[in-house]
């Protein structure tokens, strides 16, 4: 990486809040995302217990690849979840007017959002990709991340042209008054990446009551 390469890149990571001010920024901001209407047939599906059992337990059970070495900054462009056959492209969502997270416009049900005061899919750190999981005239992007197991991949396009493939490891869902944000963001040391809809009950006054987060690891670079 040339000198004027590693300026630009140290002026981006200046240019991040704090993870401890993300983390509880983003406690609280998911709560926005709760556009749907949450009567599409029975619901989006939910994790599997064998699937949500422990994230904490279960990141330890994937391991990096032998060599595999974090990817530079490049800012994400498209993913894919093939075993639930998401194919969408990413916007970069931030912070709206008061403070909360972002959300991509829930007009286009086909449509991620990448949280730029995070990392980039695939850097060294937590990437946190979010998307509805329905919306006024059915499921979303993500209604059926709920269904994701172990072992499942997720495949993150970037703008560098190199794909991030990332392991699931777990899938939880937290409700929205008690959610766990030091455990979902905090970097783990090497590149993760979180997947975050919404999920769990449902009422027409609140929305949805939860946050279904799926938990992976990079494992492979293409």
């Known amino acids: 990486m040339s000198a004027s390469e590693l300026a630009e890149e140290e002026e981006r990571r200046r240019k991040r809040a704090p993870w401890g001010v993300i983390a509880l920024v983003l406690l609280t901001g998911l709560a ?22 422990d994230s904490r337990r279960a990141a330890e059970d994937v391991t990096v690849a032998a060599g595999l070495q974090p990817l530079p900054y490049s800012v994400p462009d498209r993913v894919r979840i093939p075993a ?19 959300a991509p416009p829930p007009e286009d049900p086909n449509l991620a959002g990448w949280f730029t005061a995070a990392v980039t899919p695939g850097e060294k750190g937590t990437a ?13 992007v993500f209604y059926g991340l709920g269904a994701l197991k172990q072992g499942n991949k997720v495949e993150v396009s ?21 959610f766990p944000g030091d455990r979902v963001y905090a970097s783990k040391g ?14 027409k006054q609140e929305g949805y009551a939860g946050n279904v987060v799926a938990f992976a690891r990079l494992t492979e670079i293409r």
């Open 158 to 178: 970037r703008e560098d042209g190199k794909t991030a493939v990332f392991e699931i490891y777990a899938i939880e869902v937290f409700e929205k008054n008690d």
């Open 84 to 102: 639930i056959q998401v194919d969408a492209p990413i916007m970069p969502v931030g912070l709206d007017a008061e403070g909360w997270v972002d």
């Open 128 to 140: 946190v990709v979010v998307g509805h999981v329905d919306n006024q005239q059915g499921p979303a």
């Open 190 to 203: 090497h590149p993760e990446l979180r997947v975050i809809t919404c999920g769990g009950g449902f009422s």
């Open 32 to 53: 926005l995302i709760r556009n749907g209407s949450g009567e599409f047939d029975v619901g989006p599906p939910q994790p599997a217990s064998a699937a949500s059992a």
